[in-house]
């Protein structure tokens, strides 16, 4: 393929955006698995989890307590019933008897029940504490979560707005490029990151080989708008070391001494 060798070089700067392209993609994908964003959400969720089970706990307790309270109000009730019964001197010898014993083994229902009273009250106390602390904690990683949002979001916001950017000034300098030289370009480009390099030297620009002096002798030979691809990687190679003006062939031996 024949293309002006101008044409080919602005081929290096189609390249150069394809690059930054691909490095705000990199950059893009870095951010989905930013490990301190990932780590925030699933402190987040667990501490939520424990908080959500620790309220849950201090339910079922407050309901243990609600009963053992009733059963107090029970015993007590019926022990008051007993008392009341002996002092109003209508109960039989026998009766009494029955009623001391009731009252008695009510005391000792009332004692187990106060018992458990004072340990539910004290696990209550323990539970509530520690659903205190996680609760500061689900704060404190809702804070680290937001700033950790904000933060990517912000990044993201930069490679939106630096991708805009490089795809309007690839689109730019497509336009002034022949068709039939971006669509070669494109081809390439689909099947490796590096479509087009510089000549640099003997060495190519992208798979940073040497060509060896036998290599370059039809290298050179070339007329200067014919279109040289590397033998190694593919890409075309763009030789800069040419003449600066703007010949549509290599004429002259003069000339091509110049970059041999
Ligand atoms: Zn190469």
């Given at each position: 393929?024949?293309?002006d060798?101008?044409?080919?070089?602005?081929?290096?700067?189609?390249?150069?955006?394809?690059?930054?392209?691909?490095?705000?993609?990199?950059?893009?994908?870095?951010?989905?698995?930013?490990?301190?964003?990932?780590?925030?959400?699933q402190?987040?969720?667990?501490?939520?989890?424990?908080?959500?089970?620790?309220?849950g706990d201090?339910?079922?307790?407050?309901?243990?307590?609600?009963?053992?309270?009733?059963?107090?109000?029970?015993v007590?009730k019926?022990?008051?019933?007993?008392?009341t019964?002996?002092?109003?001197?209508?109960?039989?010898?026998?009766?009494?008897e029955?009623?001391?014993?009731?009252?008695e083994?009510?005391?000792?229902?009332?004692?187990t029940?106060?018992?458990?009273?004072?340990?539910?009250?004290?696990?209550?106390?323990?539970?509530?504490?520690?659903?205190?602390?996680?609760?500061?904690?689900?704060?404190?990683?809702?804070?680290?979560?937001?700033?950790?949002?904000?933060?990517?979001?912000?990044?993201?916001?930069?490679?939106?707005?630096e991708?805009?950017?490089?795809?309007?000034?690839r689109?730019a300098l497509?336009?002034?490029?022949?068709?039939?030289?971006?669509e070669?370009y494109e081809?390439?480009?689909?099947?490796?990151?590096?479509?087009?390099?510089?000549?640099?030297?003997?060495r190519?620009?992208?798979c940073?080989?040497e060509?060896?002096p036998?290599?370059?002798?039809?290298?050179?030979?070339?007329?200067?708008?014919?279109?040289?691809?590397?033998e190694?990687?593919?890409?075309?190679?763009i030789?800069?070391?040419?003449?600066q003006?703007?010949?549509?062939?290599?004429?002259s031996e003069?000339e091509?001494?110049?970059?041999?």
């Amino acid at each position: 393929m024949k293309a002006d060798l101008f044409d080919q070089r602005r081929l290096l700067e189609l390249q150069a955006v394809d690059t930054q392209l691909t490095q705000l993609g990199q950059r893009r994908k870095k951010l989905d698995a930013d490990p301190v964003y990932a780590t925030a959400v699933q402190r987040q969720r667990a501490l939520a989890d424990k908080a959500a089970n620790l309220t849950g706990d201090l339910a079922d307790l407050d309901r243990d307590i609600e009963r053992v309270e009733r059963e107090v109000e029970l015993v007590t009730k019926r022990a008051d019933s007993d008392r009341t019964r002996m002092a109003s001197g209508a109960a039989t010898s026998k009766e009494l008897e029955g009623l001391q014993s009731e009252l008695e083994s009510l005391a000792r229902r009332q004692g187990t029940l106060e018992d458990d009273q004072l340990e539910l009250m004290e696990r209550r106390e323990v539970l509530e504490s520690e659903l205190g602390e996680v609760r500061r904690q689900v704060e404190e990683s809702r804070q680290v979560l937001a700033d950790a949002e904000a933060d990517r979001g912000r990044q993201l916001g930069e490679i939106d707005a630096e991708t805009a950017d490089a795809t309007s000034t690839r689109e730019a300098l497509a336009i002034n490029i022949p068709d039939r030289l971006v669509e070669l370009y494109e081809r390439i480009h689909a099947k490796q990151p590096i479509a087009a390099a510089e000549l640099v030297g003997r060495r190519c620009g992208s798979c940073r080989l040497e060509k060896s002096p036998a290599d370059m002798i039809p290298i050179k030979s070339a007329p200067i708008d014919e279109v040289i691809r590397c033998e190694e990687c593919n890409c075309i190679l763009i030789r800069t070391e040419l003449p600066q003006s703007k010949p549509t062939t290599l004429g002259s031996e003069e000339e091509l001494k110049k970059y041999t």
